[in-house]
């Protein structure tokens, strides 16, 4: 199942004026994913299955107690996780069949050996009963369980680093090992949790501590696999802290903990299983799941198509269709450089073709992409997890949303046109491009969506909703020619697991830091510094904020780097009275931009990649064309009717004047009102946006009046020569 479709998915189809986005909702295979054919495939793909309907069953059907729920679900993710993707990038070409080394035998047979005894003791205390009690002898169970865990996982992680890369179509010996390793962490503190949530924060077992370890060894490789070195690194150093605090000056100096008590209080509900596992357990899975029943059912073809209809005929055209596209698939990737992957394959080569230079191509497809995880209603998982830390209702979250993501695709949108006003771009000519009344009258696909939100405005919980939303993707896929039938279901299924891995991992990674920072308390102290700093300056620790969180998203996924923003600098925030709300999507929405934002933008890093330009200069480029969006959360702050928090009139008075901002910004940013613009009057163009931005009556008619200023003399209807008569 997994390799056919894969197969299929990979393939390149010339682009037909009907469907010229065939192809977007292909499974993409990364540089180090396996791919399994004939009975493996079908194995795994069996597993990937179970995985997944495991998820939706316990969510609908079959609530488990939440330890045993979030363990399953990070071993199951470990496990799939380190069967599907090795620790290097396979060749390209041929499958390379090589014996296994010398120093490689050296670490896969003591790893075996070691994994293998402490999987049989873990499961014969299980099968007796004769489990590790609060109060047993130190060294009970000791040597055949925890440290034959921590040593045989250390043996294999080392083995597959040391392994050259070999057939993408077989199991890696050291990766399966680091599944079973994985799935006997989770065994031993499922079995034990009636203990540790006792113990692990007061005086823990040895093996307690082993288990933690190996644990957070295998889910910071799987990191590092999944989602580069960067938030290992961070992680990384928020463990040392907990043991370095001692020595450390002023604000960041702790007492110390034993690493016994330490490791172990980071697999808890207070670390690990904590409230980014919770979301990456239930509304993440639930979501990418939906995702995947759209991908399935190829509503992303239509989508796509539906703004190649819609705009591409437009000046710029495939430039607007990035906009539009990527803000529809941001609906069921909601990540930066997965939609820059799926909608850029398409539109980057059709910008080239109508005049964009490839870097600025890359440019806009990034920038347009980004904005996906801040598009209701799952915005990149953002939303659930703020639920989560905050206590506010998902559907205010959602609803608060809505303002803000209309204004960062239309300041994209606004970059774009102008962009093409400049260079004097015109569109795809209208025979190449899909029929919109054809797609028009296939809009019942966008049914799914409305009973998503529908469902949420009516009360129903965010599982239920989407759950409900789940299958009504597969029902209007009867009315097309791609039915989801069992088999798709069960693809829909297979690939929802495959999609997820990488936020379980990056979700566990940051349950880490939070673990970390719940134990020392460096939270509340450097809110208390943040206080000290901005010196009561609301606008001061605002602007600290936003390069913390942008600092932050450069070196990890937007889940993560909103979670351990929010930890570190919310609290501070809102004890300067700034609204919870304001606060954490404050945020969110600069731990988001960090994907354009230079020198690490790893959105504009993809889009570079398919564009064949250079990354530094695209990300330069793509933060250019996102710059009008760094002043949006700033407009929350000064008001928040923009997040839907007045009266109907203040929120529709204040979208306007922001809208008009934006517009003015854009102007100023590429030096195109109503055409040519110089520097003095885009200077004046950039003082009237900022007044409209502010949110005030009397800041309001101060940018109109410079705007019109700017208007007046642009159109040469006030020159020196007329405006000196008044002097006669």
């Known amino acids: 199942m997994s390799s056919e479709t894969s197969a299929a998915g990979n393939a390149s189809p010339a682009p037909d004026k009907g469907n010229l986005a065939a192809g977007v909702d292909a499974e993409i ?60 990038a396979f060749p390209v070409g041929q499958a390379v069949r090589r014996p296994f080394t010398p120093l490689e035998w050296a670490c896969l047979l003591p790893a075996a050996a070691a994994i293998f005894t402490a999987l049989l003791q873990i499961l014969y205390a299980i099968a007796t009963d004769d489990r ?91 990191t590092r696999r999944l989602a580069g070195v960067a938030l290992v690194v961070i992680v990384a150093i928020f463990i040392a802290y907990g043991f370095v605090g001692p020595w450390l000056p002023g ?41 995947a029943f759209l991908q399935a059912s190829r509503v992303g073809e239509y989508f796509v198509n539906f703004a190649f209809a819609a705009a591409g005929g437009a000046r710029g055209g495939p430039a607007k269709v990035a906009v539009f596209s990527s803000a529809l698939m941001g609906t069921i990737n909601g990540t930066s450089a997965g939609n820059v992957v799926s909608t850029g394959s398409l ?73 093409a006003l400049k260079k004097g771009m015109r569109g795809l000519p209208r025979e190449e491009l899909p029929e919109f009344a054809r797609l028009a009258r296939q809009a019942f696909l966008f049914i799914p969506i409305v009973i998503l939100i529908g469902a949420l405005f009516m009360g129903y919980s965010v599982i239920r909703a989407g759950t409900l939303a789940m299958v009504a993707a597969a029902v209007v896929s009867w009315f097309t020619p791609f039915r989801m039938g069992l088999k798709s279901i069960l693809y829909a299924f297979e690939i929802a697991a495959r999609m997820s891995l990488q936020l379980v991992a990056v979700c566990a990674a940051a349950g880490v830091i939070v673990g970390v920072i719940a134990l020392t308390g460096i939270g509340t102290r450097f809110s208390s510094m943040l206080l000290d700093i901005a010196g009561q300056s609301q606008l001061i620790a605002l602007f600290f904020a936003m ?82 969006a760094f002043v949006v959360p700033f407009m929350f702050f000064y008001s928040p009717a923009m997040l839907m928090q007045g009266a109907w009139h203040e929120n529709l008075h204040g979208f ?38 502010s949110g005030g009556l009397t800041s309001d008619l101060i940018g109109l009046a410079a705007a019109i200023v700017a208007f007046v003399i642009q159109k040469k209807l006030v020159t020196p020569q007329n405006a000196a008569r008044g002097l006669d």
């Open 547 to 628: 390069c913390v969180a942008i600092i932050l998203g450069m070196g990890m996924p937007t889940t993560a780097a909103y979670a351990v923003a929010a930890s570190v600098i919310a609290p501070g925030l809102i004890q300067l009275g700034i609204e919870p709300l304001t606060a954490h999507f404050f945020i969110f929405y600069y731990a988001v931009i960090s994907a354009i934002t230079p020198p690490v933008a790893l959105a504009a890093y993809a889009g570079a990649a398919i564009a064949q330009s250079d990354p530094m200069k695209t990300s330069v480029e793509s933060f250019k064309f996102g710059l009008a």
């Open 656 to 693: 306007a004047t922001a809208g008009f901002g934006i517009f003015l910004l854009a102007s100023a940013i590429q030096g195109w009102f109503f055409g040519t613009v110089g520097w003095v009057l885009r200077g004046v163009l950039l003082v009237a946006a900022l007044a409209m931005i």
């Open 29 to 88: 295979v990364v540089a180090n994913q396996r791919v399994f054919t004939g009975g493996l495939g079908l194995a795994f793909a069996t597993a990937c299955v179970l995985y997944t309907a495991f998820h939706v069953f316990v969510m609908n059907f079959y609530p488990l107690e939440t330890w045993v729920y979030r363990l399953s679900h990070v071993a199951g993710g470990l496990a799939l996780g380190f069967m599907y993707f090795s620790a290097r």
């Open 132 to 222: 590790v009690p609060t109060g047993a002898p130190p060294d009970k169970m000791l040597y055949t369980f925890g440290y034959p865990l921590i040593v045989g996982t250390v043996l294999a992680i080392v083995a597959s680093w040391i392994a050259p890369p070999r057939d993408r179509g077989k199991l890696g010996a050291a990766d399966s090992l680091l599944a079973i390793a994985a799935i006997t962490v989770g065994l031993y503190i499922i079995s034990h949790a009636e203990f540790l949530r006792m113990r692990a924060q007061v005086f823990p077992h040895p093996n307690d501590m082993f288990a933690s370890i190996a644990g957070i060894l295998l889910i910071l490789e799987l």
């Open 347 to 419: 539109t980057i080569p059709l910008m080239k073709k109508v005049g964009y230079k490839p870097q600025t191509a890359a440019s806009i497809e990034a920038a347009a992409s980004t904005g996906g995880q801040i598009l209701p209603p799952i915005m990149g998982a953002g939303a659930f997890i703020m639920a989560e830390i905050t206590g506010i209702p998902y559907s205010e979250i959602v609803i608060a949303a809505i303002i803000p993501a209309v204004l960062y695709f239309l300041s994209v949108y606004f970059m774009v046109d102008k962009e």
């Open 251 to 291: 604000v960041l100096e702790h007492r110390g903990y034993a690493p016994a008590r330490f490791f172990a209080f980071l697999y808890t509900d207070n670390g690990v299983l904590g409230p980014t596992t919770a979301i990456s357990s239930t509304y993440i899975i639930l979501f990418i799941t939906f995702a």
